[in-house]
């Protein structure tokens, strides 16, 4: 069973970076593609990001591009999204999820996604 466990999360002033981590165990996720979501007070889960599993095809949402990086690392089974420039608006829980074999047309669709972690609070302060 696939196990999602994301770390980093924090209290940040707008203007900063932050980096949170998900670092799996229960496979390797290095065949599959992966995604970030976030979830804010009130709102439906949205599609932040999402990384085929060689990390060569990556996108973004339109309100992360150029502030956002996602990547991740096969030794260590794990996924990172970087952020910078952080807005209040993006407070959030952040949560990754594995696509499994999903294509890229449905990698923003969170539907697409069948292992979850429990998500990561980041909170940015104005």
């Known amino acids: 069973q696939v196990h999602l466990v994301e770390s980093g999360g924090g209290l940040v002033q707008a203007g900063g970076s932050l980096t949170v981590s998900c670092a799996a165990s229960?496979?390797?996720?290095?065949?599959?593609?992966m995604g970030w979501f976030r979830q804010a007070p009130g709102k439906e889960r949205e599609f932040v990001a999402a990384i085929s599993w060689s990390g060569g095809t990556t996108s973004y949402a339109d309100s992360v591009k150029g502030r956002f990086t996602i990547s991740r690392e096969h030794a260590k089974n794990t996924l990172y999204l970087q952020m910078n420039s952080l807005i209040p608006g993006v407070t959030a829980v952040y949560y990754c999820?594995?696509?499994?074999?999903?294509?890229?047309?449905?990698?923003?669709?969170?539907?697409?996604?069948?292992?979850w972690g429990q998500g990561t609070q980041v909170t940015v302060s104005s």
């Open positions: 229960g496979r390797s996720l290095n065949k599959y593609s």
């Open positions: 999820a594995d696509g499994g074999m999903v294509g890229a047309g449905r990698r923003f669709e969170w539907e697409s996604y069948a292992y």
